[in-house]
Structures are given as structure tokens and as C-alpha cells.
T-cell receptor
Framework: NAGVMQNPRHLVRRRGQEARLRCSPM?????VYWYRQLPEEGLKFMVY????????ESGMPKERFSAEFPKEGPSILRIQQVVRGDSAAYFC????????????????FGEGSRLTVL | QQPVQSPQAVILREGEDAVINCSSS?????VHWYRQKHGEAPVFLMI?????EQKGHEKISASFNEKKQQSSLYLTASQLSYSGTYFC???????????FGAGTQVVVTP
């Protein structure tokens, strides 16, 4: 009964390169959330997705960042032309469909992907 | 808009008690509490729904005053395992998007 799986756990990129972070939600979970955590800070909401739909991307920077959750495969957070300020831990969380009895409110977090931009 | 947590940090001796507060400027549907140990994923502790309820997890309990838009987390007879950063998450709309506070770092010493 695997939990939320994120990969890679650690990623190093040079400025200007692209970073792709993957998240496989728990089995049966159709909702995925991405959060960013800067060193010594709290979790900042980025985007909330269902399969093939972006529900809320109000926390996503307007440029260079995109997220998807295709019908098949993991959710992907993509950062183009990375800059040093993108260095952070990116956490993915999943939950069952919100408006169902299966949703207790708990978000199940993965262990995060730590991006370092040189 | 993210909730405000206080204090930022607290140091306790094993067996002592502490209170962590979380307040929001918006009306809340629910408040969630998570604990994160260094380098690890946040772990769910409990959720409180509007109605002023209290809940407990081990010797950790919480209350939610929806009128004041505040929640408090109570660490009672703290154990070494309670060390970590505690985050409150608020859910204004009740559909799963959480806004987290900046966190309260708790250090429990022997």
C-alpha cells in the first residue's frame, strides 16, 4: 500500500535548465496538490489538480512554472529556465475526491523533491 | 491569505506543556494540524471542523473557535518525539486547498 511517491528526491540544475518533478498519488486518490517550501519556511500552496484538470493554480508563478496531471501517469511539476530562487523543497500531496465520503480532509504528503539551482 | 501562527518557536523540557496558536483573518471551514520533522514529509495530526470541537491525538489536542477564527494546539506532557515543526492549515472554502501558516518549531529536550 504505497504512499505518495515523488521523484527525484534530489535534483540539481544549473540556471537556465529545466526541472521536472513527478508525483504519483496514493492508490485511489484523484486529487493532487503541489506545495513549495523554502528553507526554514512554511508550505506555500502552488496548484491543485484533478485528472486532466487544473482546479486552482492561484499559487503558481505566472511564468516558467506549469503543472499537469494526465489521465495516465504521474502528475508533473515543470519549471523552465530555473533560477537560484527556485531552490526549494517541492512537496506533493494527494487526497480522495473532495466531495465524497472518502475524503476526511487529510492530505497525504510525499517526501518531497529537493531542487538545488547552481 | 495564510494564517498566522505563534509562537515561532518553543523549547520545552520533557513533560512540560505548550500551546501553539493559529489565527486567520478569513472565516474558516476547517483547521488542519500537521507536524514535520526535519527533512521529512509533513504528517497529518488532526482536522477540526467548524462547531468549536476539540480533538486529540496521543497527548496532543486542539480546539477551534470559529467565531474568533482561531485554533490552538495543546502539547501536554511533551515527549521527545514531539519535536518538529507544527503547521496549521486553514481551509476557507471547504474543498481541499490548504493555506499553511509559517510553522512553529518545537524542541523538546531531555
Amino acid at each position: 500500500n504505497a504512499g505518495v511517491m515523488q521523484n527525484p528526491r534530489h535534483l540539481v540544475r544549473r540556471r537556465g535548465q529545466e526541472a521536472r518533478l513527478r508525483c504519483s498519488p496514493m492508490k485511489g486518490h484523484s486529487h493532487v496538490y503541489w506545495y513549495r517550501q523554502l528553507p526554514e519556511e512554511g508550505l506555500k500552496f502552488m496548484v491543485y489538480l484533478q485528472k486532466e484538470n487544473i482546479i486552482d493554480e492561484s499559487g503558481m508563478p505566472k511564468e516558467r512554472f506549469s503543472a499537469e496531471f494526465p489521465k495516465e501517469g504521474p502528475s508533473i511539476l515543470r519549471i523552465q529556465q530555473v533560477v537560484r530562487g527556485d531552490s526549494a523543497a517541492y512537496f506533493c500531496a494527494s487526497s480522495p475526491p473532495v466531495l465524497t465520503g472518502a475524503h476526511t480532509g487529510e492530505l497525504f504528503f510525499g517526501e518531497g523533491s529537493r531542487l538545488t539551482v547552481l | 491569505q495564510q494564517p498566522v501562527q505563534s509562537p515561532q518557536a518553543v523549547i520545552l523540557r520533557e513533560g512540560e506543556d505548550a500551546v501553539i496558536n493559529c489565527s486567520s483573518s478569513k472565516a474558516l471551514y476547517s483547521v488542519h494540524w500537521y507536524r514535520q520533522k526535519h527533512g521529512e514529509a509533513p504528517v497529518f495530526l488532526m482536522i477540526l471542523l467548524k462547531g468549536g470541537e476539540q480533538k486529540g491525538h496521543e497527548k496532543i489536542s486542539a480546539s477551534f473557535n470559529e467565531k474568533k477564527q482561531q485554533s490552538s494546539l495543546y502539547l501536554t506532557a511533551s515527549q521527545l518525539s514531539y519535536s518538529g515543526t507544527y503547521f496549521c492549515g486553514t481551509e476557507p472554502l471547504g474543498w481541499g486547498k490548504l493555506q499553511f501558516g509559517a510553522g512553529t518549531q518545537v524542541v523538546v529536550t531531555p
